[in-house]
């Protein structure tokens, strides 16, 4: 075999590879055939937990599985048993469509619990669509999927990218700060939510400008040269919508480099990024999320946060509770319209009011969008917990920051 | 750009390329002798890196980081004998195809393990006290762990010159890189040499993953992400080659964190295309090993 051949192979195997590595692992769970209108009810949970993303699979699993279990230990929904189908989508949107399609297709299930990755959220809410599958979206947050992208058998729990940015805006908009730079993954998740928060900067502070945004890849591991470029450009703060391993990865680098006693800098410090740095979280920065478990304070969350600790041995982090909220929307929902079918379930979810465990909020008719807050913080030692928490907490209702509805139904295209 | 913002770049290019350059020459090393391309390169230092994020935990971030290196070096190569030995060594006389399959079961087989092991959730390694923050260079500030990356490759570098050309294993070494046939007819025991050439290579991956953890998030998909960029080294230095390696891993490297100075969205795009343009020009690499006759 002559070498140049031999040298296209390996560069041909290399691709398949990563094609292969991210399709090899398909079913994590079984599940039986549900009938129609009796025995078990199937439930599919599709969610990365490997990957890029992969830190908030695996809260999606836990949660998820504990909420069915409640669910079957009170009797079930509609006196049917739950039975509750895993499956692992890998952050790969090809094999998210596949597996959606298999489990509507073929195990016939009532409703889909959606990813952590926007990309495969927003490749499976079309088989959703197609289907008529209703499918409920807790950690994934691209707008498009309330928006451009909606249909009636979406539903999403979490704030949105443009609720997470405006929010953001809101929350800093009494900082001092005049030259803001942004750093955001370089995929749709990263480029809308961070555009959000610019639009409304721009809007409350008009003196404040970008002199620097960067898109580093998702799954980028080495942050330096990002750094140095955004600090070349003498910023007084700096924006990130970086998270999970990124963000875990950006902020020893940034460390190392003295970025942090540079620079204001917020990101999406949440629960588990906090718990994987443990001591090397930068204290005193200024950290956003969705469902962070000490910054809620209803009835509700304590006795979660006990027997999710007493299940896994673990806070929950906002990926759980997110995902464990969708879980119960879609039984309260199935309750309230008497039958698992997706239409009158849809009926019955527009306009309902829900207790979730961040307390009372409403779905939106329009675009199937929970009202739920987004919270920011600061980031501080927890010698409680064991790893840094937040103090100083505000957060911003749902109602203020969404879209309103003329904009949701311009971009809806209706 | 101003003198101090391109020194900055070019020291982070080239502790970058430091990195590629372990990896990569523990991947050169083992094609120029067995003519094996070890897909499941990328999977030892992945498991290096899991390792070392281990042995940090329970021996304390203050010194844990030369432990870690050591029983990341050392558990690696293990795992690299038994690799040769259980797989490698029946595939030799078959098909570059079957040999690049099986080490793809092994990439298949190593993530599993590590997920299995140590889960799915990334881990963060403390470095120690003394190789944090910054120093001052050139009016700007380099952190001294990147130079400490720099350090070490340089040291891996010359230790592995020094063995190929100064020992009697070196030498066996050469020889079998360039006919391990008459190697075998002079009474070497050629089989044992490649499992020693395959041990060191994957115990460079190892200190690779080991001295890469602490600066970075340790998770699953370490190994596919580093095994591309390795790739692009050795097609642009030339398989087979240490010298390859070292003149591939600085371009890798240096164009990296240039490209994402001038056109971030491009950087990636620049070695692959550095890629493109030598395998049209010299399919063999910069360097690369002429085919055995």
């Not at chain 1, 809101?170 to 809308?192: C, M, N, S, T």
């Not at chain 1, 000490?294 to 006990?306: K, R, S």
């Not at chain 2, 870690?68 to 558990?75: C, F, Q, S, T, Y």
């Not at chain 2, 993530?111 to 140590?118: K, L, M, P, S």
Request: aromatic residues 8%; contains cysteine.
């Amino acid at each position: 075999m002559k070498l140049r051949k031999q040298t296209f192979l390996l560069v041909v195997v290399v691709l398949i590879g990563l094609l292969g590595s991210a399709c090899n692992r398909g079913a994590v769970g079984g599940g039986e055939q549900a009938a129609d209108e009796e025995g078990p009810i199937d439930v599919a949970l599709i969610t990365d937990s490997a990957g890029a993303t992969s830190l908030f699979g695996v809260s999606n699993i836990n949660a998820v599985k504990m909420a069915v279990d409640e669910l079957n230990a009170d009797g079930g929904v509609l006196d049917r048993e739950v039975n509750l189908l895993v499956r692992d989508s890998n952050s790969d949107p090809e094999l998210g469509v596949k597996l959606a399609r298999e489990a509507i297709l073929e195990d016939e299930v009532s409703a889909i619990f959606g990813p952590v990755s926007s990309a495969v959220a927003v490749a499976m809410t079309d088989v959703a669509e197609q289907n008529q599958t209703p499918i409920f979206f807790h950690t994934s947050n691209t707008q498009t999927l309330t928006a451009e992208n909606f249909h009636k058998y979406a539903f999403q729990v979490g704030p949105n990218t443009t609720m997470e940015g405006r929010g953001n805006a809101i929350a800093l908009q009494d900082e001092p700060y005049k030259r803001w730079a942004v750093i955001a993954p370089d995929y749709e998740f990263g480029h809308l939510q961070s555009e959000a928060f610019i639009t409304k900067m721009a809007e409350l502070n008009p003196d404040a400008e970008i002199v620097k945004k960067v898109y580093p890849a998702l799954g980028e591991k080495d942050f330096t040269s990002f750094i140095t470029s955004i600090l070349a450009a003498k910023p007084d703060a700096v924006y990130g919508a970086l998270f999970a391993g990124d963000l875990v990865t950006f902020t020893k680098q940034a460390q190392d480099l003295g970025f942090f006693d540079k620079v204001f800098f917020t990101s999406l410090y949440e629960t588990d990024s906090l718990s994987a740095l443990g001591n090397d979280a930068p204290l005193g920065v200024r950290g956003y999320s969705r469902a962070p478990f000490y910054a809620i304070d209803t009835p509700e969350i304590e006795p979660f946060i006990a027997e999710y600790r007493e299940r896994y041995d673990t806070y929950p982090s906002d990926w759980a509770i997110m995902a464990y909220d969708a879980v119960k929307l879609w039984a309260a929902g199935v309750e309230e319209a008497g039958t698992v079918e997706a239409d009158p379930l849809v009926d019955a979810l527009e306009g309902f009011e829900f207790t979730s465990l961040r307390g009372p909020v409403t779905i939106r008719e329009v675009d199937h969008q929970a009202s739920v807050p987004v919270y920011s913080g600061i980031v501080t030692e927890n010698k409680e917990v064991g790893f840094p928490t937040w103090t100083d907490i505000e957060s911003i209702p749902g109602e203020e920051v969404w879209l309103s509805e003329e904009e949701v139904t311009q971009l809806q295209g209706n | 750009m101003t003198l101090d913002e391109f020194v900055i770049q070019l020291m982070a290019g080239l502790s970058r390329a430091g990195l590629l350059f372990i990896v990569s020459a523990g991947l050169s090393l083992v094609f120029g002798a067995l003519r094996v391309i070890n897909l499941a390169h990328g999977s030892l230092y992945m498991l290096g890196a899991f390792v070392a994020a281990s042995v940090v935990t329970k021996v304390g971030s203050a010194i844990g980081l030369l432990p870690a290196v050591v029983v990341a070096a050392v558990l690696v190569a293990v795992v690299g004998v038994a690799i040769e030995i259980g797989i490698l060594r029946r595939l030799y006389r078959q098909e570059h195809l079957l040999q690049l399959l099986a080490t793809y079961g092994v990439v298949l087989v190593i993530a599993d393990v590590v997920r299995y092991i140590w889960g799915p959730t990334n881990r963060s390694v403390a470095a120690p006290e003394f190789l944090r923050g910054s120093i001052g260079l050139m009016g700007g500030s380099f952190p001294i762990y990147s130079l400490f990356i720099i350090a070490v490759a340089l040291a891996a570098g010359a230790g592995l010159w020094l063995v190929v050309n100064r020992t009697s294993l070196g030498r066996d070494i050469r020889a079998a890189i360039v006919d391990p046939e008459m190697l075998a007819g002079v009474g070497v025991n050629v089989s044992r040499l490649f499992t020693i050439v395959f041990a060191l290579g994957a115990a460079l991956a190892g200190i690779a993953g080991a001295i890469v953890a602490p600066s970075t998030a340790v998770g699953l998909g370490m190994d596919i992400e580093i095994i591309i960029e390795a790739f692009a080294v050795t097609i642009i230095g030339g398989l087979g080659s240490i010298t390859g390696a070292l003149i591939g891993a600085a371009l890798v490297g240096i164009a990296d964190s240039f490209g994402i100075l001038l056109a971030p969205r491009l950087a990636v795009a620049f070695i692959f295309l550095a890629m493109a343009i030598v395998l049209a020009i010299k399919p063999s690499g910069l360097f690369g090993l002429p085919e055995r006759a």
